[in-house]
């Protein structure tokens, strides 16, 4: 406390305030950006100019106020109508809603199973999130079953929470994976492997063999044929062609099968 005496008006001390921050400006438009290599930091969408048009940012990008930001580094890719997202290729997968993901289930509880998306940590699978499930009809899944998910909750301070079912509660693919072959890959050549058009390594398996395949965003693939061989040339395919071209990637292809002819 200080003392003041009469007639004496109280001063305060001045205290020198330092200017805030401002984040860089945005010199480029986020179209010329589409497709291009950033990184973290880098500012790509300046929402003032955006008007009243309603994004949805995948990974990678994080809002600031009224700035986009990217978190880590990558491709900034685009998708209609309004998703923006950064696409990188790494092995750490980071879960997002509505990403498609190979996971394993690790245990059971009352309530939920527990399962290995590949994740910092484990994620949530609830009992009734499939297709038809009730209390009386529970899925009997054990310890290592293979299932294909959809990412319904994700958040950085909360357990990811995933679904056996699409949007209308239907199984839609999803589903437990049985038999096949399971193998990793960066989470680049997923995302690419499930866009559109067709990655030119599958359309060119596809006009020649017979598989199944799931993908996911996750980095897992799984692969499944009547023949073994047959399994073993569409995982070699696939894991040799993600720093191939279009045609470097269809050579590859019709290589192998003059091997297995």
């Known amino acids: 406390m200080q003392d003041f005496k009469s007639g004496e008006s109280p001063t305060m001390e001045a205290h020198e305030q330092?200017?805030?921050?401002?984040?860089?400006?945005?010199?480029?438009?986020?179209?010329?950006?589409?497709?291009?290599?950033?990184?973290?930091?880098?500012?790509?969408?300046?929402?003032?100019?955006?008007?009243?048009?309603?994004?949805?940012?995948g990974g990678g990008l994080r809002q600031d106020h009224e700035y986009v930001s990217v978190t880590k580094a990558g491709r900034l890719k685009y998708t209609k109508p309004n998703k923006y997202w950064v696409e990188g290729s790494q092995k750490r997968y980071i879960p997002n809603v509505e990403d498609v993901v190979i996971a394993v289930?690790?245990?059971?509880?009352?309530?939920?199973?527990?399962?290995?998306?590949?994740?910092?940590?484990?994620?949530?699978?609830?009992?009734?999130?499939?297709?038809?499930?009730?209390?009386?009809?529970?899925?009997?899944?054990?310890a290592g079953s293979l299932l294909y998910l959809r990412v319904v909750k994700a958040h950085r301070d909360m357990t990811p929470e995933l679904s056996c079912t699409d949007v209308t509660g239907k199984a839609s693919g999803f589903g437990p994976l049985k038999n096949g072959y399971t193998f990793e890959c960066s989470t680049g050549l997923a995302r690419a492997l499930l866009s559109r058009p067709t990655y030119p390594v599958l359309d060119a398996l596809g006009n020649s063999l017979s598989f199944e395949i799931a993908i996911g965003l996750n980095g897992r693939i799984w692969v499944n044929s009547a023949s073994p061989s047959t399994t073993i040339l569409v995982s070699n395919a696939i894991m040799n062609a993600e720093f191939l071209s279009a045609t470097q990637q269809r050579t590859m292809v019709q290589k192998l099968l003059q091997r297995v002819q």
């Open 18 to 57: 330092k200017p805030q921050p401002k984040p860089p400006a945005v010199t480029s438009t986020v179209s010329t950006l589409v497709s291009q290599i950033v990184a973290p930091g880098d500012i790509v969408i300046d929402l003032t100019r955006m008007g009243k048009t309603s994004l949805r940012l």
């Open 105 to 142: 289930v690790v245990d059971r509880r009352f309530e939920n199973f527990i399962v290995d998306i590949g994740a910092p940590g484990l994620a949530s699978l609830p009992v009734l999130s499939f297709e038809g499930a009730t209390r009386r009809n529970v899925p009997n899944l054990q």
